[in-house]
DNA sequence: TTATCTGCAAACATTTTGCAGCGAG
DNA sequence: CTCGCTGCAAAATGTTTGCAGATAA
Protein backbone atom coordinates (compact mmCIF):
# COMPACT_ATOMS: atom_id res chain seq x y z
CA UNK A 1 0.00 0.00 0.00
CA UNK A 2 1.49 3.24 -0.71
CA UNK A 3 0.83 5.79 2.05
CA UNK A 4 0.58 9.36 1.46
CA UNK A 5 3.37 11.62 1.55
CA UNK A 6 3.91 13.66 4.87
CA UNK A 7 3.41 17.20 3.53
CA UNK A 8 6.71 18.89 4.76
CA UNK A 9 6.26 22.33 6.45
CA UNK A 10 2.75 23.41 7.18
CA UNK A 11 1.92 26.59 9.12
CA UNK A 12 -1.60 27.36 9.85
CA UNK A 13 -1.52 30.69 7.87
CA UNK A 14 -5.02 32.89 7.37
CA UNK A 15 -3.94 32.80 3.62
CA UNK A 16 -3.71 28.66 3.90
CA UNK A 17 -6.70 28.18 5.67
CA UNK A 18 -8.93 30.57 2.72
CA UNK A 19 -7.56 28.80 0.48
CA UNK A 20 -8.41 25.19 1.41
CA UNK A 21 -11.73 26.77 2.59
CA UNK A 22 -12.67 27.77 -1.00
CA UNK A 23 -12.03 24.62 -2.63
CA UNK A 24 -14.05 22.60 0.24
CA UNK A 25 -16.97 24.36 -0.93
CA UNK A 26 -16.37 24.04 -4.34
CA UNK A 27 -17.67 21.10 -6.49
CA UNK A 28 -16.20 22.92 -9.63
CA UNK A 29 -12.33 23.22 -10.58
CA UNK A 30 -10.96 26.69 -10.36
CA UNK A 31 -7.80 27.89 -11.64
CA UNK A 32 -5.54 29.64 -9.44
CA UNK A 33 -6.78 33.04 -11.24
CA UNK A 34 -10.34 32.53 -10.44
CA UNK A 35 -9.91 30.87 -7.38
CA UNK A 36 -7.58 34.58 -6.42
CA UNK A 37 -10.62 36.00 -7.65
CA UNK A 38 -13.13 34.39 -5.55
CA UNK A 39 -11.22 34.79 -2.88
CA UNK A 40 -10.78 38.72 -2.82
CA UNK A 41 -14.50 39.04 -4.17
CA UNK A 42 -15.27 37.61 -0.38
CA UNK A 43 -13.26 39.75 1.23
CA UNK A 44 -10.50 37.28 1.99
CA UNK A 45 -7.10 39.08 0.81
CA UNK A 46 -4.50 35.89 -0.52
CA UNK A 47 -1.82 37.15 -3.05
CA UNK A 48 -1.85 35.59 -6.06
CA UNK A 49 1.68 34.20 -5.77
CA UNK A 50 0.27 32.48 -2.72
CA UNK A 51 -2.20 31.00 -4.37
CA UNK A 52 -0.29 29.60 -7.12
CA UNK A 53 2.09 28.14 -4.54
CA UNK A 54 0.00 26.98 -1.68
CA UNK A 55 -2.12 25.11 -4.44
CA UNK A 56 1.22 23.54 -6.05
CA UNK A 57 2.10 22.14 -2.36
CA UNK A 58 -2.19 20.65 -2.22
CA UNK A 59 -1.36 18.88 -5.21
CA UNK A 60 2.14 18.08 -4.66
CA UNK A 61 0.24 16.29 -1.10
CA UNK A 62 -2.51 14.77 -3.70
CA UNK A 63 -4.54 16.67 -1.69
CA UNK A 64 -6.46 18.31 -5.21
CA UNK A 65 -6.63 17.15 -7.97
CA UNK A 66 -5.19 19.09 -11.28
CA UNK A 67 -5.97 19.11 -14.35
CA UNK A 68 -5.79 21.14 -17.47
CA UNK A 69 -8.51 23.08 -19.51
CA UNK A 70 -8.94 23.62 -23.35
CA UNK A 71 -6.63 26.71 -23.12
CA UNK A 72 -3.73 24.25 -20.92
CA UNK A 73 -4.51 26.37 -17.82
CA UNK A 74 -3.97 24.44 -14.88
CA UNK A 75 -7.79 23.45 -12.99
CA UNK A 76 -7.75 22.16 -8.99
CA UNK A 77 -10.37 20.77 -7.37
CA UNK A 78 -10.54 19.25 -3.75
CA UNK A 79 -9.67 15.65 -3.78
CA UNK A 80 -12.48 13.15 -2.63
CA UNK A 81 -10.36 10.05 -3.29
CA UNK A 82 -6.70 9.59 -2.90
CA UNK A 83 -6.75 6.82 -4.93
CA UNK A 84 -6.34 6.85 -8.65
CA UNK A 85 -8.99 8.23 -10.91
CA UNK A 86 -10.21 10.04 -13.53
CA UNK A 87 -13.13 12.74 -13.70
CA UNK A 88 -16.61 13.13 -15.41
CA UNK A 89 -16.89 16.94 -16.14
CA UNK A 90 -19.61 19.07 -17.16
CA UNK A 91 -18.87 21.56 -20.13
CA UNK A 92 -21.68 24.00 -18.97
CA UNK A 93 -21.47 23.98 -14.94
CA UNK A 94 -17.55 22.59 -14.61
CA UNK A 95 -19.78 20.06 -11.85
CA UNK A 96 -17.35 16.89 -12.17
CA UNK A 97 -17.80 13.77 -10.58
CA UNK A 98 -14.84 11.54 -9.44
CA UNK A 99 -15.09 8.28 -12.12
CA UNK A 100 -12.65 4.85 -10.97
CA UNK A 101 -12.60 2.20 -14.18
CA UNK A 102 -10.49 -0.62 -13.83
CA UNK A 103 -12.10 -0.81 -16.97
CA UNK A 104 -10.23 2.26 -18.48
CA UNK A 105 -6.65 0.77 -16.63
CA UNK A 106 -7.30 -2.68 -18.09
CA UNK A 107 -7.55 -1.53 -21.74
CA UNK A 108 -4.81 0.85 -21.09
CA UNK A 109 -2.32 -1.78 -19.66
CA UNK A 110 -3.21 -4.00 -22.54
CA UNK A 111 -2.93 -2.00 -25.66
CA UNK A 112 0.39 -1.07 -24.34
CA UNK A 113 1.76 -4.27 -23.84
CA UNK A 114 -0.09 -5.15 -27.16
CA UNK A 115 2.82 -2.67 -29.12
CA UNK A 116 5.62 -3.64 -26.67
CA UNK A 117 5.06 -0.81 -24.50
CA UNK A 118 5.98 -1.04 -20.67
CA UNK A 119 5.97 1.58 -17.59
CA UNK A 120 2.27 2.88 -18.19
CA UNK A 121 0.88 5.91 -17.56
CA UNK A 122 -2.53 7.46 -18.90
CA UNK A 123 -4.47 10.14 -18.93
CA UNK A 124 -8.04 10.38 -19.51
CA UNK A 125 -10.91 12.51 -18.31
CA UNK A 126 -14.77 12.57 -19.96
CA UNK A 127 -16.58 15.96 -20.95
CA UNK A 128 -20.22 16.08 -21.01
CA UNK A 129 -23.12 18.06 -20.16
CA UNK A 130 -24.74 16.72 -16.49
CA UNK A 131 -28.11 16.67 -16.26
CA UNK A 132 -29.00 19.81 -14.72
CA UNK A 133 -27.43 21.77 -17.61
CA UNK A 134 -28.84 19.56 -20.13
CA UNK B 1 -19.48 9.80 -43.07
CA UNK B 2 -17.52 12.99 -42.20
CA UNK B 3 -15.64 14.69 -45.36
CA UNK B 4 -12.55 16.43 -44.39
CA UNK B 5 -13.20 20.34 -44.23
CA UNK B 6 -12.67 22.08 -47.68
CA UNK B 7 -8.95 23.70 -46.18
CA UNK B 8 -9.80 27.34 -47.27
CA UNK B 9 -6.89 29.48 -49.42
CA UNK B 10 -3.42 27.81 -49.12
CA UNK B 11 -0.75 28.69 -51.08
CA UNK B 12 1.85 27.03 -52.06
CA UNK B 13 5.13 28.64 -50.13
CA UNK B 14 8.23 27.78 -49.63
CA UNK B 15 7.72 28.03 -45.78
CA UNK B 16 4.54 25.81 -45.67
CA UNK B 17 5.92 23.04 -47.72
CA UNK B 18 8.95 22.84 -45.58
CA UNK B 19 6.79 22.58 -42.38
CA UNK B 20 4.72 19.89 -43.66
CA UNK B 21 8.08 18.26 -45.26
CA UNK B 22 9.75 17.91 -41.54
CA UNK B 23 6.24 16.86 -40.53
CA UNK B 24 6.01 14.13 -42.44
CA UNK B 25 9.56 12.87 -41.96
CA UNK B 26 8.45 12.88 -38.26
CA UNK B 27 6.92 9.74 -36.03
CA UNK B 28 7.49 11.64 -32.86
CA UNK B 29 5.65 14.72 -31.77
CA UNK B 30 7.33 18.12 -31.85
CA UNK B 31 6.45 21.25 -30.51
CA UNK B 32 6.17 24.50 -32.72
CA UNK B 33 9.08 25.58 -30.98
CA UNK B 34 11.04 22.45 -31.58
CA UNK B 35 9.92 22.33 -35.34
CA UNK B 36 11.20 26.00 -35.71
CA UNK B 37 14.66 24.65 -34.71
CA UNK B 38 14.84 21.99 -36.80
CA UNK B 39 13.82 23.47 -39.60
CA UNK B 40 16.55 26.27 -38.78
CA UNK B 41 18.80 23.70 -37.93
CA UNK B 42 18.23 22.34 -41.61
CA UNK B 43 19.28 25.44 -43.14
CA UNK B 44 15.28 26.40 -43.90
CA UNK B 45 14.49 28.95 -42.59
CA UNK B 46 10.90 29.68 -41.42
CA UNK B 47 9.68 32.44 -38.89
CA UNK B 48 8.29 31.19 -35.79
CA UNK B 49 5.24 33.03 -35.97
CA UNK B 50 4.68 31.15 -39.65
CA UNK B 51 5.36 27.66 -37.70
CA UNK B 52 2.71 28.71 -35.43
CA UNK B 53 0.22 29.73 -37.65
CA UNK B 54 0.81 26.65 -40.11
CA UNK B 55 0.28 24.31 -37.06
CA UNK B 56 -2.69 25.64 -36.12
CA UNK B 57 -4.42 25.79 -39.37
CA UNK B 58 -3.00 22.07 -40.22
CA UNK B 59 -4.58 21.48 -37.39
CA UNK B 60 -7.91 22.59 -38.12
CA UNK B 61 -7.69 20.29 -41.10
CA UNK B 62 -6.78 17.59 -39.06
CA UNK B 63 -4.07 17.34 -41.27
CA UNK B 64 -2.02 16.93 -37.69
CA UNK B 65 -2.94 15.34 -34.68
CA UNK B 66 -2.30 18.23 -31.16
CA UNK B 67 -2.17 17.03 -27.93
CA UNK B 68 -0.53 18.70 -24.95
CA UNK B 69 2.50 17.49 -22.96
CA UNK B 70 3.41 17.66 -18.97
CA UNK B 71 4.42 21.36 -18.89
CA UNK B 72 1.13 22.56 -21.26
CA UNK B 73 2.66 23.08 -24.58
CA UNK B 74 1.13 22.10 -27.23
CA UNK B 75 2.98 18.78 -29.24
CA UNK B 76 1.76 18.27 -33.19
CA UNK B 77 2.09 15.08 -35.20
CA UNK B 78 1.00 14.30 -38.35
CA UNK B 79 -1.40 12.09 -38.09
CA UNK B 80 -2.03 8.75 -39.82
CA UNK B 81 -5.62 8.30 -40.01
CA UNK B 82 -8.55 11.22 -40.15
CA UNK B 83 -10.32 9.61 -37.81
CA UNK B 84 -11.33 9.79 -34.11
CA UNK B 85 -8.44 8.30 -32.46
CA UNK B 86 -5.57 8.09 -29.19
CA UNK B 87 -2.09 8.11 -28.86
CA UNK B 88 0.33 5.80 -26.93
CA UNK B 89 3.44 7.89 -26.73
CA UNK B 90 6.58 6.69 -25.44
CA UNK B 91 8.22 8.81 -22.58
CA UNK B 92 11.74 8.02 -23.90
CA UNK B 93 12.25 8.98 -27.36
CA UNK B 94 8.62 10.59 -28.18
CA UNK B 95 7.38 8.08 -30.79
CA UNK B 96 3.98 7.23 -30.65
CA UNK B 97 1.41 5.06 -31.92
CA UNK B 98 -1.99 5.97 -33.13
CA UNK B 99 -4.38 3.42 -31.33
CA UNK B 100 -8.31 3.17 -31.94
CA UNK B 101 -10.47 2.03 -28.79
CA UNK B 102 -13.88 1.03 -29.30
CA UNK B 103 -13.85 -0.25 -25.97
CA UNK B 104 -12.22 3.41 -24.51
CA UNK B 105 -15.64 4.90 -26.62
CA UNK B 106 -17.70 2.54 -24.71
CA UNK B 107 -16.97 3.12 -21.42
CA UNK B 108 -16.50 7.15 -21.98
CA UNK B 109 -20.55 6.98 -23.13
CA UNK B 110 -21.77 4.03 -20.60
CA UNK B 111 -19.81 6.18 -17.52
CA UNK B 112 -21.12 9.15 -18.67
CA UNK B 113 -24.27 8.09 -19.22
CA UNK B 114 -24.78 6.17 -15.57
CA UNK B 115 -24.00 9.62 -14.53
CA UNK B 116 -26.83 11.37 -16.08
CA UNK B 117 -24.09 13.02 -18.46
CA UNK B 118 -25.21 14.05 -21.87
CA UNK B 119 -23.38 15.13 -25.41
CA UNK B 120 -19.86 13.51 -24.41
CA UNK B 121 -16.32 13.88 -25.47
CA UNK B 122 -13.52 12.42 -23.75
CA UNK B 123 -9.39 13.04 -24.18
CA UNK B 124 -7.12 10.10 -23.37
CA UNK B 125 -3.28 9.65 -23.91
CA UNK B 126 -1.21 6.31 -22.93
CA UNK B 127 2.69 6.97 -21.87
CA UNK B 128 5.36 4.45 -21.63
CA UNK B 129 8.02 3.30 -22.77
CA UNK B 130 8.36 1.79 -26.33
CA UNK B 131 10.74 -1.95 -26.54
CA UNK B 132 13.26 -0.01 -28.16
CA UNK B 133 13.52 2.55 -25.48
CA UNK B 134 12.85 0.12 -22.26
C1' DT C 1 -2.68 42.85 -59.87
C1' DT C 2 -4.24 41.51 -55.41
C1' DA C 3 -5.47 38.81 -51.68
C1' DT C 4 -2.55 35.73 -48.89
C1' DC C 5 1.25 34.68 -46.54
C1' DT C 6 5.35 35.98 -43.96
C1' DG C 7 8.01 37.61 -40.14
C1' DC C 8 9.48 41.05 -37.01
C1' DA C 9 8.34 43.28 -32.88
C1' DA C 10 5.19 43.92 -29.45
C1' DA C 11 1.38 42.26 -26.88
C1' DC C 12 -0.65 38.59 -24.00
C1' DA C 13 -1.63 35.19 -20.45
C1' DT C 14 -0.18 32.14 -17.22
C1' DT C 15 3.07 30.70 -14.05
C1' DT C 16 7.59 31.18 -11.62
C1' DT C 17 11.21 33.52 -9.07
C1' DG C 18 13.93 37.12 -6.26
C1' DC C 19 13.79 39.18 -2.23
C1' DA C 20 12.54 42.01 1.80
C1' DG C 21 9.34 41.87 5.47
C1' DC C 22 5.80 39.41 8.31
C1' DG C 23 4.38 36.23 11.64
C1' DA C 24 3.46 31.29 13.50
C1' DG C 25 5.47 28.38 16.66
C1' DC D 1 13.88 34.52 18.03
C1' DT D 2 13.68 31.75 13.63
C1' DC D 3 12.62 30.05 9.70
C1' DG D 4 8.97 29.33 6.78
C1' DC D 5 5.26 32.04 4.51
C1' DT D 6 3.68 36.05 2.00
C1' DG D 7 3.31 39.16 -1.75
C1' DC D 8 5.02 42.67 -4.70
C1' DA D 9 7.49 43.37 -8.76
C1' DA D 10 9.95 41.45 -12.31
C1' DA D 11 11.20 37.51 -15.15
C1' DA D 12 10.24 33.54 -17.83
C1' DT D 13 7.49 30.88 -21.22
C1' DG D 14 4.70 29.79 -24.77
C1' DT D 15 1.57 31.65 -27.96
C1' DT D 16 -0.95 35.34 -30.48
C1' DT D 17 -1.53 39.71 -32.93
C1' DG D 18 -0.58 44.19 -35.63
C1' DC D 19 1.17 45.54 -39.58
C1' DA D 20 4.16 46.51 -43.50
C1' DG D 21 6.35 44.24 -47.10
C1' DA D 22 6.95 39.95 -50.00
C1' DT D 23 4.82 36.78 -53.21
C1' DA D 24 1.80 33.05 -55.26
C1' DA D 25 -1.70 32.76 -58.58
Known sequence: MMQEPALSPVR???QRAAIENALER???FMSAQELHQELKGSGRRVGLTTVYRTLQSL???SRVDVLRNENGEL??????????HHHLVCTSCGKSVEIASDQLETWADQTARRHGFTAVKH???????CSACS
Chains 1, 2 share one sequence.
Open 123 to 129: VAEVYGL
Open 75 to 84: MYRRCESRRH
Open 26 to 28: SRV
Open 12 to 14: ATR
Open 59 to 61: ADA
